[in-house]
């Protein structure tokens, strides 16, 4: 197996497997890990448009999240606001309920990431860190990870 194919198939078993532990974790609080990520990624930056909210978010590249957030304004979840100087411009925020239940998904995520540092432990993090940028920042998931931790994509 080239290097590349085994970099692809290691990616993904990675992701898939995280992202299971992920789902399970999250199940009794009754979101799925994109709505979680969503309710995450408001509950750091919030006022957020949607087209903002679009650009952070690594679960929705490509396009607008306006179903996802459309289930999660129906929920309770989230508020939309409207400018009150142009009333097109219409603003993201949690609710209270999404404010409580960001915090429980900070914990959720908290416990996965625990369980990944003891797995990576003695690991060249930063090294992996590094290439894994260079590939990740050529793709918009990638670019929107690093608008996310404010770090500037690589060319």
Known sequence: MRPAEELRYL?????????????????????????????????DHQPLTLLGLGQLLVCETGGSPSRLVDRLVLAGLIGRETDPADR???????TEEGERLAAE?????????????ELIEGAPVQET???????????????AVSRRTNRKATP
């Open 11 to 43: 990616i993904l078993a990675i992701q898939r497997e995280g992202n299971r532990l992920l789902a399970t974790e999250l199940r009794p609080l009754g979101v799925t890990p994109s709505q979680a990520e969503v309710i995450r990624v408001l509950a």
């Open 88 to 94: 097109r411009q219409v603003t993201l925020v949690l």
């Open 105 to 117: 998904i900070a914990g959720v995520e908290q416990r996965l990431y625990q369980t990944i540092d």
């Open 129 to 143: 860190l590094a290439l894994l940028r260079t590939f990740a920042d050529a793709f918009p998931a990638g670019q």
